[in-house]
C-alpha cells in the first residue's frame, strides 16, 4: 500500500492537537513496515520551553512520534471485529544521535522485528535528511477496543 495524508491518520489514530505528531505515511506494508513524516516547526508548544532562545525537539516527543508511526502500522495490520487498540510497552536501546530543530522533517523508518499476538517489536530509525537522529526499540501490545464498562 502506498501512503497516505493528514485526514486518514486522523482516522486510524486516537491521538489530536497537541499531541499528533505524525503528518503523513509515505510507505505502508502491512506486518512489515512503515515510513512516517513529522514536519517540525516553531509554532509547536513544547519549544516555548525546550529551550528559549534554542529550540530542540525533547527526544522523548521524537520517541513518541515514531511509536505513532509504529502504532499506525499496527492498526492498519490488525483484523478485527472491532476497532483495535494499540498500547505502547516500552522502549529499549534509545540513542538520540543528533538535535531535531524547527524547520527539520523527520522521516521514521519503522520494520516489526517480531509478532506474537498481542505484542509486537519493532525497530524504528528517525532521520533527518541522510542523518540517523534516533533510533530504538519499541514493543506494544495490540488488542481489541472492549466494550464500555469498567
Known sequence: MSGFDIGTILNTLPHRYPFLLVDRIAELE???RIVGIKNVTVNEPFFQGHFPGRPIMPGVLILEA???????LAFKS?????????????????KFRKPVVPGDQIRFEI??????PPF?????????????VCEAELTAMVTEE?????
Do not use: C, I
Open 30 to 32: 502491512e506486518n512489515r
Open 66 to 72: 515514531m511509536a505513532q508511526v509504529g502504532g499506525v
Open 78 to 94: 490488525f483484523t478485527a471485529t472491532s476497532r483495535p487498540v494499540v498500547y505502547l510497552t516500552g522502549v529499549e536501546h534509545a
Open 111 to 116: 520494520e516489526v522485528l517480531k509478532k506474537r
Open 120 to 132: 509486537w517489536k519493532m525497530q524504528g530509525k528517525a532521520y533527518v535528511g541522510d542523518d540517523l
Open 146 to 150: 472492549k466494550a464500555e464498562g469498567r
